[in-house]
């Protein structure tokens, strides 16, 4: 079982629609970050979200982090083929100290 | 910017052999992960290091050997190929907080027949 469970797994949506993504846990974090990953390259952070409720925003791509520091979510707008990729969500428990661990991550594929 | 640089980027073993996955940053970062990537399960901690001489067992750890002499560099072994570890390894380094950038290499694709 993944410490963080993301869904959905796929998204296949067309360009301009909306779309979130979530990242859930039983665990509280002290922070939680998304990266996407383009293939054939590492994942690249996109955002580190910090405080419980902490809401950013990165033009198009809206994150939230939970009141209780379990779960976040990304929300794109008016999604468009270049946010095409493989988005992440990783993060360390509080009880584990320095293992960054990684959801089975979201295939977000938009069409032209 | 070298950042994280990692070696070979592709190969191919047999089952038994044994190899060497090299990893070497050049930010000073004094945290370090090795991670593989399988389709639909994101990417699975294998060996972590939070500085020289320290290593610490992730998630799947079995199989696979660390070391860290220097803060540079975090090589895996592989002990005896299977191909259960067919897979793609990224290494990656950052600094000590924990809400700190994780920077990944480009990943060594493993194919084990």
């Known amino acids: 079982t993944q410490l963080l469970e993301q869904s959905p797994q796929f998204l296949s949506i067309q360009e301009g629609e909306n779309l979130t993504v979530y990242c859930n846990s039983s665990?509280?974090?002290?922070?939680l970050q998304w990266y996407r990953q383009e293939p054939g390259e590492g994942p690249v952070l996109l955002v580190t979200v910090v405080t419980g409720g902490e809401v950013k925003k990165l033009k198009r791509l809206t994150f939230q982090f939970g009141d209780a520091r379990k779960d976040s979510s990304l929300h794109i707008t008016a999604a468009q083929p270049g946010d095409t990729g493989l988005y992440l969500c990783a993060g360390a428990p509080e009880t584990s100290g320095s293992r960054l661990t990684f959801g089975e991550g979201t295939q977000l594929t938009v069409n032209p | 910017n070298a950042g994280v640089t990692q070696t070979p980027k592709f190969q191919v073993l047999k089952t038994g052999q044994s190899m060497t996955l090299q990893c070497a940053q050049d930010?000073?970062?004094?945290?370090m992960s090795w991670y593989r990537q399988d389709p639909g399960m994101g990417l699975r901690l294998i060996h972590y290091?939070?500085?020289?001489?320290?290593?610490d067992q992730g998630e799947v750890p079995n199989g696979y050997n660390v070391s860290r002499s220097t803060t540079e560099d975090f090589p895996l072994r592989l002990l005896s190929a299977a191909p259960s570890q067919t897979s793609v390894y990224f290494c990656?380094?950052?600094?000590?907080?924990?809400?700190?950038?994780?920077?990944f290499g480009q990943g060594t694709r493993l194919t084990v027949v």
């Open positions: 290091s939070v500085g020289a001489g320290i290593t």
């Open positions: 990656a380094s950052r600094d000590r907080p924990m809400y700190s950038e994780a920077f």
């Open positions: 665990s509280v974090f002290s922070s």
């Open positions: 930010m000073n970062h004094e945290y």
